[in-house]
């Protein structure tokens, strides 16, 4: 599938975004928010194909450091949440062993640090879980 760049760049209160694969695929918003849908609806004009028949990714117009510290900051969040998913099946299988060896709800709660009604949601199956993505990247499922 054809993925195409973005540009984002600053214009007054807006950004003017263009795509320089597809010459008149340009278009203006106020945030970058919906920027990914604007392109998309003007690369599939412009080409005269489906809006879901291509990829796109932004490129804003900023300086390196800025850049750089946006990916440092996305690194983080995606390690956190990775661990964060870690902890809540170290915490399911804790709770559940200590459940089948007899132990209350409130001991278990006690020992893992945890409140009783939180012992109950980890007794339960695991569901899995679609977080919500930015800037076009697909979700994910997590359980």
Same mark, same amino acid.
């Given at each position: ?40 609806? #003007?690369?599939?004009f412009? *080409?005269? !194909?489906?809006?879901?028949?291509? &990829?796109?990714?932004?490129?804003? /117009?900023? $300086? ?23 902890? #809540?099946?170290?915490?399911? *299988?804790? !709770?559940?062993?200590?459940?089948? &060896?007899?132990?209350s709800?409130? /001991?278990? $709660? ?16 695991a ?17």
């Amino acid at each position: 599938m054809t993925t195409y760049v973005v540009n984002a760049a600053r214009s007054g209160r807006g950004w003017i975004l263009t795509v320089p694969e597809v010459q008149g695929a340009v278009s203006y918003v106020r945030g970058l928010g919906g920027a990914l849908a604007h392109a998309r609806e #003007a690369i599939a004009f412009v *080409l005269d !194909v489906p809006e879901d028949s291509f &990829e796109v990714r932004l490129e804003p /117009d900023l $300086a390196p450091d800025d850049l750089a510290e946006i990916s440092r900051a996305r690194a983080a969040v995606a390690e956190a949440e990775r661990v964060q998913r870690e902890a #809540a099946q170290q915490s399911r *299988l804790v !709770v559940a062993k200590l459940h089948r &060896e007899g132990l209350s709800g409130a /001991d278990i $709660a006690a020992l893992v640090n945890v409140s009783p009604q939180r012992v109950s949601q980890l007794l339960k199956p695991a569901k899995p879980v679609v977080t919500a993505t930015r800037a076009g990247r697909k979700p994910r499922a997590s359980a």
